[in-house]
C-alpha cells in the first residue's frame, strides 16, 4: 500500500505555535518538481485536548477561510491548553480558483472521504485527513457556507448519531458555538468529512453561515466567535464564552417536503427573503421562461409551514437545483433589550481583538 506524498512542515508534538505548510508533491505544467503548499497552524501547550479547525471543504465558501486566517494570528498560547490545529483552506486548489471543487481533478472533497494515498490530488488530500490528523483529534469543526450558489441563514449543526452518548456530545458542542440558529441533521453521510469524522467517534460540527460567494460582517463575527466558543466548550481555550445575541433558535429541516426543488429552468422570481415564516401554499417564487416574452411563469408553492433557511442564489435556474429550504422552527427566539444587546456587542467586541 502505497504511503500517503503528503508531509507536515511542523511538529504535531512540540509546544508553542507554529506555522508552516502541509506539502503534497504535484508535478504539473508549469512547475515539474512543485508541490501544493497548503498553510496550516498549531497552537499547543501542555497537554488537554485536540481541536482540528477547517474551512474551504468546499473552495468557494468564505467564512471558515477568513475566521481561521484571523485565529492564526493569536500570540496568547498561555491561553491555550492542549492543541489546535487550524487549516483555514483545507481543499486548497478549490480554494485558490474560487470554485466548489477542486480545478485539478474535479473531485468535490466532501465526497470522497476516506480518499486514496494513490489517488488524485483531492483524494490524497483526503487521506491525510483520515489517517494522520483526524487519529489524534478529539474535537472537529468544520466551517461552510453556501458558497456561490447557496445563501443560508447562519446556523451550527450536528448529526443523529447510532451512539446516542457521542451525538449528545456532538450536539452539547454545536449548541455551544452559538450560532444564531441550530439544527441536528438527519441524512445519509456517505463519502462525506463529517462521516469519517464521526466514524472514529469524535466530537463534529458543521456550519452553514451564509454563502452567495461572500462574506459580510456579520457572518464572519458568527464564525469567529463560533470558533472561540468551540474551544473554550472543548476545555482548550481559556475564557468566556459568548453567546448570539438573541440565543440559538433551534430548526428541524428533516422532513423530506423541506427541500423545494426546481421542476422548470428560467429565471427566478423571488417572493420571499431568507428568515421570512410561510405558510404552506404560500408563492414562494415564479421562474419565467428566458426562450421567448409572453409566456405564463411556473409558480412554486411552499410545500410546508415555516421559516426560509435556505436560498438559490444565481437568478438563473436549472431543472433540479434547490430552490429553497424551509425549515421548522422548533424553539422561538429569546427577546431582549436593546440594553442587553449593546451590552452583548461591547463583550465581544472586548473579547475579538486578536
Not at 456517505?190 to 456579520?218: A, C, I, R
Request: charged share 20%; hydrophobic share 40%.
Amino acid at each position: 500500500m502505497r504511503k500517503n506524498p503528503i508531509s507536515a512542515s511542523i511538529d504535531f508534538e512540540q509546544d508553542g505555535i507554529q506555522h508552516g505548510f502541509l506539502k503534497l508533491p504535484y508535478s504539473r505544467n508549469d512547475s515539474a518538481w512543485g508541490a501544493i503548499m497548503i498553510p496550516i497552524v498549531q497552537f499547543k501547550r501542555g497537554n488537554g485536548p485536540t481541536a482540528l479547525i477547517t474551512g474551504a471543504n468546499h473552495g468557494d465558501e468564505y467564512e471558515g477561510p477568513v475566521a481561521l486566517y484571523n485565529f492564526a494570528l493569536r500570540q496568547d498560547i498561555e491561553q491555550f491548553n492542549g492543541r489546535v490545529i487550524v487549516i483555514p483552506a483545507m481543499n486548497y486548489p478549490a480554494f485558490l480558483s474560487a470554485t466548489r471543487v477542486s480545478p485539478i481533478d474535479n473531485l468535490n472533497m466532501n465526497r470522497i472521504f476516506p480518499g486514496r494515498a494513490d489517488g488524485s490530488v483531492t483524494q490524497q488530500i483526503a487521506d491525510y485527513f483520515s489517517n494522520t490528523l483526524l487519529p489524534i483529534a478529539d474535537y472537529v469543526l468544520d466551517i461552510h457556507s453556501g458558497g456561490k450558489t447557496l445563501d443560508f441563514l447562519p446556523f451550527a449543526a450536528y448529526h443523529s448519531l447510532p451512539d446516542r452518548e457521542q451525538e449528545a456530545r456532538c450536539a452539547a458542542a454545536a449548541r455551544a458555538f452559538s450560532a444564531p440558529y441550530f439544527i441536528k441533521l438527519v441524512e445519509d453521510t456517505g463519502g462525506m468529512y463529517d462521516h469519517q469524522v464521526e466514524s472514529m467517534g469524535k466530537v463534529f460540527v458543521s456550519t452553514e453561515l451564509g454563502g452567495s460567494g461572500t462574506t459580510s460582517p456579520n457572518s464572519i463575527a458568527i464564525a469567529k466567535r463560533g470558533v472561540d466558543n468551540f474551544l473554550i466548550h472543548a476545555g482548550i481555550l481559556n475564557g468566556e464564552s459568548i453567546e448570539s445575541p438573541d440565543g440559538s433558535i433551534e430548526l428541524d429541516m428533516n422532513a423530506g417536503e423541506s427541500y423545494l426543488l426546481a421542476q422548470h429552468n428560467g429565471l427566478v422570481d423571488p417572493f420571499v427573503n431568507l428568515g421570512d415564516h410561510v405558510k404552506k401554499g404560500d408563492l414562494l417564487a415564479r421562474v419565467h421562461s428566458t426562450e421567448r416574452t409572453g409566456e405564463k411563469p411556473f409558480e412554486y408553492f411552499a410545500p410546508r409551514d415555516g421559516v426560509i433557511l435556505t436560498r438559490h442564489v444565481p437568478s438563473l435556474i436549472k431543472m433540479g437545483d434547490c430552490v429553497f429550504v424551509i425549515a421548522e422552527v422548533v424553539t422561538e427566539p429569546v427577546t431582549r433589550t436593546v440594553a442587553e444587546v449593546a451590552g452583548f456587542l461591547n463583550k465581544y467586541a472586548k473579547n475579538n481583538r486578536h
